[in-house]
């Protein structure tokens, strides 16, 4: 088990130190007392520990299963994300954005739960009489449909919990919960007789069990699963619809894709892409933990200026072995896992190259929260879905999936480059000049130029 003990601590300032001091000089003493690199510690030890739980159960579900199986699973996975995802509408992050200043803060999640509870439930009886239509062989939601909406329910509300832990700088509870989820990899040998249904049920069951678990630790905080604040509603709902529109452009493809796959490509290739993108995950780990912390500080009042370029300072000192690593030894891994997903070692390379891109475009997204510049924001979201979804589509029938890979670095890259543009237009926009990690991409720029 992962700890945040002071011992770690240092060990993980002292590589930081030494990888940091060739990259970045001076600024790195400065990244690591700030309390950015403090908030930002345990809440990524707790992303890479669930990441890492994640990628295990697909591994072994790539071992127990059948790949048509998991193919049908995953499909109903992602659509009890995107239905989450959809119904979020904007509550999550105007927790994180209201909790440090609203007068009644113990009555924000109870108000935010139960209408994303009840929209949950609403679109989730929709997707039921319309999955004939929309994924005619999904038959593992039509014939356990309230399996479904027990799952589905619950997922919503451990997702709302695990903002609830992040707004409040707790985020050890959210690390507990995620752990409890963790669990669903011991379910896996348990239902293996059960088929795609044991797969299925090895997730749900595990979101339970960390449902059950959070509410204990809501206790402390006296705060109520269920309220309704009016006052709260009015005040929450433009930064909401904002946020809410942003990153269901932003998330969406995460969840649609997949289906996309296994529509356009089959089954088969569905489970390929699933656990290839389950590994690429890890490359975004480091840049949404540390938008989400920027996001998280910029609104307990700390300096977004200074906090954006240690992020993005951090990100860099972070993701660049790692990407470097990954690249060089993933054949050796995913001839491990099984030949038929060797051969999306490519789509696993791209995605690994984007997540450089996908650094400056989620700091952007962070900066644009805490400022309200909800235009802005909603701008930059639509431009990325539509690049995305729509060069993913053409060059998946081109390419099959490892196009998906070459529409990912192609989109990020092409956002990363309007960022960077309006930022040497604007200096002041993004508060990025000095910051290593773009100075960094502007040499590798001005390099290729020449």
């Given at each position: 088990?992962?700890?945040?003990?002071?011992?770690?601590?240092?060990?993980?300032?002292?590589?930081?130190?030494?990888?940091?001091?060739?990259?970045?000089?001076?600024?790195?003493?400065?990244?690591?007392?700030?309390?950015?690199?403090?908030?930002?510690?345990?809440?990524?030890?707790?992303?890479?520990?669930?990441?890492?739980?994640g990628l295990l159960f697909?591994?072994?579900?790539?071992?127990?299963?059948?790949?048509?199986d998991i193919g049908v699973a995953t499909t109903a996975i992602s659509l009890m994300g995107l239905i989450v995802l959809i119904t979020r509408s904007g509550f999550d992050q105007s927790l994180v954005k209201f909790l440090p200043t609203y007068k009644h803060s113990t009555s924000?999640?109870?108000?935010?739960?139960?209408?994303?509870?009840?929209?949950?439930?609403?679109?989730?009886?929709?997707?039921?009489?319309?999955?004939?239509?929309?994924?005619?062989?999904?038959?593992?939601?039509?014939?356990?449909?309230?399996?479904?909406l027990i799952f589905l329910i619950t997922y919503s509300t451990v997702n709302l919990t695990g903002t609830f832990?992040?707004?409040?700088?707790?985020?050890?509870?959210?690390?507990?919960?995620?752990?409890?989820?963790?669990?669903?990899?011991?379910?896996?040998?348990?239902l293996v007789p059960f088929g795609c249904l044991g797969l299925y049920c090895a997730f749900g069951a595990s979101l339970i069990m960390a449902f059950l678990y959070s509410r204990t630790l809501l206790k402390k905080y006296h705060v109520k699963y269920l309220s309704f604040d009016k006052e709260y509603l009015n005040t929450s709902i433009p930064f909401s619809a904002g946020s809410?529109?942003?990153?269901?452009?932003?998330?969406?493809?995460i969840y649609i894709l997949p289906m996309m796959v296994y529509n356009i490509l089959g089954a088969e290739k569905s489970a390929q892409f699933y656990i290839i993108?389950?590994?690429?995950?890890?490359?975004?780990?480091?840049?949404?933990?540390?938008?989400?912390?920027?996001?998280?500080?910029?609104?307990?009042?700390?300096?977004?200026?200074?906090n954006t370029r240690q992020s993005l300072s951090l990100i860099l000192l972070l993701l660049t072995p790692i990407v470097i690593i990954s690249i060089l030894f993933i054949d050796i891994f995913l001839s491990f896992i099984g030949d038929t997903y060797l051969e999306a070692s490519l789509l696993f390379k791209l995605m690994a190259l984007s997540s450089f891109f996908i650094a400056i475009f989620q700091t952007y997204i962070s900066v644009m929260k805490v400022k309200k510049q909800l235009k802005n924001l909603i701008i930059t979201?639509?431009?990325?879905?539509?690049?995305?979804?729509?060069?993913s589509y053409l060059l998946m029938i081109q390419g099959g999936i490892n196009g998906i890979g070459y529409a990912w670095l192609l989109t990020y890259s092409t956002i990363t480059a309007l960022i960077i543009t309006i930022e040497w237009l604007?200096?002041?926009?993004?508060?990025?000049?000095?910051?290593?990690?773009?100075e960094c991409l502007k040499g590798i720029s001005n390099s290729l130029l020449k």
């Open positions: 088990m992962i700890q945040d003990s002071p011992k770690f601590r240092e060990k993980f300032r002292s590589y930081i130190l030494s990888w940091g001091g060739r990259a970045t000089g001076s600024h790195t003493t400065e990244i690591l007392n700030s309390s950015l690199f403090e908030n930002s510690l345990f809440l990524l030890l707790t992303t890479i520990s669930t990441a890492g739980a697909w591994i072994l579900s790539a071992k127990l299963y059948i790949p048509t924000i999640f109870g108000t935010s739960n139960l209408i994303t509870s009840i929209l949950s439930i609403a679109l989730g009886i929709i997707c039921f009489f319309g999955i004939g239509i929309w994924l005619p062989e999904l038959n593992i939601i039509k014939d356990h449909i309230y399996l479904f832990f992040i707004a409040i700088r707790e985020s050890k509870y959210y690390f507990y919960q995620n752990l409890v989820i963790g669990s669903r990899v011991l379910l896996l040998f348990l809410y529109i942003s990153n269901l452009l932003i998330t969406a493809p993108f389950a590994l690429a995950q890890f490359f975004q780990i480091i840049p949404a933990t540390l938008s989400m912390s920027l996001f998280v500080e910029g609104c307990h009042g700390k300096s977004l200026k200074s979201s639509a431009l990325l879905f539509s690049v995305l979804i729509g060069s604007k200096p002041n926009l993004l508060t990025l000049q000095g910051c290593a990690f773009v």
